[in-house]
């Protein structure tokens, strides 16, 4: 059974910076990162890790300005955000996927979550 622990996330003023961290037990090289939740939308993929990635998947609408990264021996990843944006306010939530399950966009492809953690900026 796979186990994802959440730390990080809070409330920031736009143009702030915050991380989140998750660390994932009971399982190595699994796909994992970041889907986030917006009120009244759908979760969206906002950045995705594979074994064998030579860059991480990021989200259009974060690009530049999140960054991934992996602590491979303890099996956890850190999702630093800079520069956040009140259209950045949203549930985020861990997610891990068995390798080569399927799109990272797909939220059925993801078998493991977190409890999520919640971001909050303000203009």
């Known amino acids: 059974q796979v186990q994802l622990e959440e730390s990080g996330g809070g409330s920031v003023q736009a143009g702030g910076s915050l991380r989140l961290s998750c660390s994932m037990i009971?399982?190595?090289?699994?796909?994992f990162g970041w889907v986030r939740q917006a009120p009244g939308k759908e979760r969206e993929a906002v950045a995705i890790?594979?074994?064998?990635?030579?860059?991480?998947f990021y989200a259009e609408s974060v690009e530049g300005r999140f960054t991934l990264r992996q602590d491979i021996a303890a099996n956890t990843l850190h999702l630093l955000m800079t520069n956040l944006k009140p259209e950045d306010t949203a549930m985020y939530y861990c997610?891990?996927?068995?390798?080569?399950?399927?799109?990272?966009?797909?939220?059925?492809?993801?078998?493991?979550w977190g409890q999520g953690t919640q971001v909050t900026v303000s203009s």
């Open positions: 890790i594979s074994r064998g990635d030579i860059r991480p």
């Open positions: 009971g399982r190595t090289h699994y796909t």
């Open positions: 997610a891990a996927a068995r390798p080569a399950a399927g799109s990272c966009h797909d939220m059925t492809t993801y078998t493991f």
